[in-house]
């Protein structure tokens, strides 16, 4: 596997609350809609893209937010933390255990295999599941103020879920610094 290196005590406490309650105030949370089955869905969780340009994954086109103070911040503590550059972060929220994403590999023609993908997670500790292919679940018990960083093609032989689960949990949210390749998008 290269998972590069997984940090659960990155920000503090204090640091990841702060951290926490400026994103929830900052970013224009949007639930989009997804096409399944011939039916249209709620994706089961609220997203920002953040970035430069638009960008379009299953079937849905993000419109640009612009960086805020706080994502400035933290994106220059993580690029330090995982020795790499980021152009762009996918923030999702998850309001409790029945808010997921399922299985899928952030391998799209616009990112970058070259550079990793950093996942910083803030509120409730949520379960991350990792297989490659169809074979064994590896699991990582994502905490308040975590750092995940999934090595450079990871993705490319490696899909993730943060799955539903039965046990009652609280808000989180999980921002997903990436570099990605616009020249080629536009």
């Not at 969780?45 to 911040?73: G, I, K, N």
């Not at 993908?117 to 409730?124: K, N, R």
Request: charged share 25%; glycine share 4%.
């Amino acid at each position: 596997m290269r998972l590069s290196r997984s940090s659960q005590a990155f920000f503090d406490p204090e640091i990841a609350d702060t951290t926490l309650a400026a994103l929830l105030a900052e970013l224009p949370w949007k639930r989009r809609i997804s096409r399944m089955y011939g039916k249209d869905v709620p994706v089961p969780r609220m997203e920002v893209w953040v970035a430069d340009h638009d960008y379009t994954y299953s079937h849905r086109t993000y419109q640009p937010t612009s960086w805020t103070p706080t994502l400035l911040t933290v994106k220059s503590e993580i690029e330090a933390a995982a020795d790499c550059k980021f152009n762009s972060v996918l923030v999702n929220r998850y309001e409790n255990e029945r808010e997921s994403v399922g299985w899928h590999a952030d391998n799209e023609l616009q990112m970058s295999h070259e550079h990793p993908i950093a996942s910083l997670s803030l509120g409730a500790t949520r379960r991350f599941e990792m297989r490659k292919s169809s074979g064994p679940i590896q699991t990582i018990e994502l905490e308040h103020g975590s750092l995940l960083v999934m090595g450079p093609g990871m993705q490319r032989e490696w899909r993730h879920r943060v799955p539903k689960t039965k046990n009652a949990c609280g808000l989180r949210v999980n921002l997903t610094f990436r570099w990605m390749i616009f020249s080629e998008m536009n």
